[in-house]
């Protein structure tokens, strides 16, 4: 596999030029020069045009482009995943959001290093974005995540029903902290609270403001389960008549045959969801 031919397309897309390009890849302009021809000749079209400025891509280029990064990408995805242990025949691939690797994936994750696998486990942790390309491009078996897009070829399945509720410090209840617990949250959070829509202090991550207000106050949204402690022991509290919002946790995986190491990982997450479920409907009935 010549891979190189799709790392050089990103070069020049990156960089504007051939000269740049060849810079940057440590190559000469000439061996850039021939690596493009190569790459027309088996897709049998255009893809830049050359004029003084550097390249631009052509029509067929700019649809090669998402192509090439998906290339690259499972490419590197193989990379990483090759070659397996002698003893280990398959390989699953998990991934959270990052709101979700604690407890969550990380209890999946235990609980899968002390069960007797004859198939490898990698677990990572990525923002939406990325979750949804790597699903696309079938770089993952198996995701958790808050908000999932529907695919023909995927299954999805609610796993848990959270809820968002409003928290204030005990000792300092402002300033208000905007947490982005994503697209959905925003647009239902800024109609019921104008007010606080373009807060001064804004964060993507729930710990980091968590964090904030338990050493310096102030208030915000969080997961029910990750405040819950807190609230029992008297350094956080509910804010009266705040609106809460639903923030329902979803496994999604490949819809068809599963494979026996994937179906395996899904019996251990419904093992971890049940051992902690009365955890879970404790936090929300509070």
């Known amino acids: 596999m010549d891979i190189e031919l799709a790392r050089t397309f990103l070069a020049i897309v990156r960089c504007g ?12 302009q000439t061996t850039v020069t021939a690596r493009v021809k190569n790459l027309e000749a088996q897709l049998n079209c255009p893809l830049f045009v050359r004029n003084r400025a550097g390249a631009s891509l052509t029509v067929h280029g700019e649809h090669f482009l998402r192509y090439a990064h998906q290339l690259l990408q499972t490419w590197e ?18 991934a959270a959001e990052t709101s979700l690797w604690s407890p969550l994936l990380k209890d999946w994750f235990m609980q899968l290093s002390k069960a007797s696998t004859h198939y490898a486990v990698s677990a990572n942790v990525y923002d939406v974005s990325t979750l949804r390309k790597k699903l696309e491009s079938s ?9 999932p897009h529907y695919w023909p070829g995927l299954q999805v399945e609610q796993l848990l029903e ?34 606080h829509a373009h807060s001064g202090l804004r964060c993507n991550l729930g710990s980091l403001a968590l964090h904030t207000i ?11 389960r990750v405040v819950e402690p807190y609230i029992a022991e008297g350094a956080l509290q509910r804010v009266a008549h705040a609106p809460e919002f639903s923030w329902p946790i979803y496994i999604v995986y490949a819809e068809s045959q599963p494979t026996a190491p994937l179906q395996h990982a899904l019996t251990v997450l419904r093992a971890v969801l049940q051992e902690h479920k009365s955890d879970w409907q404790h936090a929300q009935d509070r």
């Open 17 to 28: 030029s051939f000269i740049a390009a060849a810079e940057q890849l440590c190559v000469t």
């Open 77 to 94: 995805a193989a990379r990483s995943a090759l070659p397996f242990p002698e003893d280990l025949h398959r390989h699953v691939r998990l």
């Open 139 to 147: 770089e993952l078996d198996a995701v958790l995540m808050h908000q």
């Open 162 to 195: 959270e809820k968002l509720v409003q928290v204030q410090s005990t000792v300092q209840a402002d300033p208000y902290i905007y947490v982005d617990w994503g697209a959905l949250f925003s647009q239902q959070h800024d109609a019921v609270l104008p007010e």
């Open 214 to 224: 338990l050493h310096q106050g102030g208030r915000g949204y969080f997961r029910t």
